[in-house]
């Protein structure tokens, strides 16, 4: 006769494992991606801020000048400091050892550039020979500045790609073409390339040419340098805090500025901060790891709960298998088969999905 009954606690069974096995795989899967998910986000992080270090030398230190916050020897606060050539060349003689390339920089403003009859909006900047291996900037067409351009005082010019791009339409290469800055005309020798528009809005040209000819005596902006590679990453940070502090107690004594007067003068060191990043994201990487890590053990413990309950529902069919002469370790690798099967599904289920 047929049972009804019996037949519907069969198939409620069967529904039961089905939808327990679902959830099962799900716990498993959503802990796999998670833990996928936020390592990927964790690695774009740190990729992001390798690439703004990428902008110039991975060993850079730069110094701009600020105003005095702080009296000092009879001194009032609120003075502007102004770097200086002597600031320069000193510095140079002070820390050579220690400084594989340096230049100034200075700003040359309220000046007009133009090509032709077109007039141009770009920042003008006045820098020596080595700016370039400072800046990790790369020549797309002719060459960089030079020391016999600084020495004569020579009027040329390097311009970014971009300005190449958007201005030198008629032309197959800038280089050799001449702009006028201020009604004076610079040759056009070079185009140099970066890693961001925004840093190929530039025209170079030396920064003894701007100090003479645009009335920038032996003031300066900025100060660059960078400091000798190594495969140590600690001994690097080391010599680049040694080397700023050296750096900015020097300019602190040359411009009488108190010690502790942080908002005088700004010495940034891109290895210390790269330092200061890289440990974030490191911190931030072991966390992402121990929140997937513990995700997927609720996973596990997940699977080994159901797999409890399926074997006590299973308790009839496991006595009549060893009835039959099963030995144990051929049960015991049944369960594990379909638990292994499981999480194995689940898994990949959710690695697919995740890289997705």
């Known amino acids: 006769m047929f049972d009804i009954e019996r037949w519907q606690e069969i198939f409620d069974t069967i529904r039961k494992n089905k939808l327990r096995t679902f959830l099962t795989g799900l716990s498993v899967a959503s802990g796999i991606f998670i833990l996928v998910i936020l390592l990927g986000f964790g690695e774009g992080f740190r990729n992001g801020i390798a690439h703004e270090f990428e902008q110039d030398a991975a060993t850079s230190v730069w110094v701009w000048p600020g105003a005095t916050t702080i009296k000092y020897k009879g001194l ?3 003075r502007n400091i102004q770097l200086t050539n002597a600031n320069y060349e000193f510095t140079g003689k002070l820390l050579g050892d220690d400084i594989q390339f340096k230049s100034p920089r200075i700003f040359v403003r309220n000046v007009s550039v133009t090509y032709g009859n077109e007039a141009l909006v770009y920042q003008v ?5 080595q700016f370039q291996l400072i800046e990790n900037e790369n020549m797309s067409a002719g060459r960089f500045l030079n020391p016999k ?11 970014g790609k971009k300005i190449a791009e958007d201005v030198f339409t008629e032309v197959d290469n800038p280089v050799g073409e001449f702009i006028k800055i ?5 040759k056009i020798i070079g185009v140099f390339n970066e890693t961001e528009d925004r840093e190929e809005e530039r025209i170079y040209i030396p920064v003894t040419t701007a100090q003479s000819t645009f ?16 495969d140590n990453f600690e001994e690097v940070v080391a010599k680049s805090i040694k080397f700023k502090n050296s750096l900015q107690s020097y300019l602190q004594q040359a411009h009488t ?18 330092k200061r990043y890289y440990s974030l994201t490191d911190n931030i990487a072991l966390f992402f790891w121990f929140v997937g890590i513990c995700t997927i053990i609720a996973g596990v413990v997940g699977v080994s709960n159901i797999m409890l309950i399926v074997v006590r529902e299973r308790t009839k069919e496991i006595g009549i298998r060893k009835a039959l ?9 049944m369960i594990l088969h379909e638990s292994i099967f499981i999480t194995s599904i689940s898994g990949f289920t959710g690695l697919i999905f995740s890289m997705g």
Do not use: C
Not at 125 to 129: A, F
Not at 149 to 159: G, Y
Not at 182 to 186: C, D, N, R, T, V
């Open 182 to 186: 201020s009604g004076l005309p610079f």
């Open 257 to 274: 500025v108190a010690p502790d007067d942080t908002n005088a003068i700004f010495v940034w060191s891109a290895m210390e901060e790269a």
């Open 215 to 230: 009335n920038g005596g032996d003031r300066l902006n900025n100060l660059g340098y960078t400091l000798p590679p190594s």
């Open 76 to 78: 009032n606060p609120g």
């Open 125 to 129: 900047q006045g820098v020596s020979s």
């Open 325 to 333: 002469g099963a030995k144990p370790w051929s049960i015991v690798g």
């Open 149 to 159: 351009d600084e020495t004569h005082r020579a009027k040329v010019a390097v311009i």
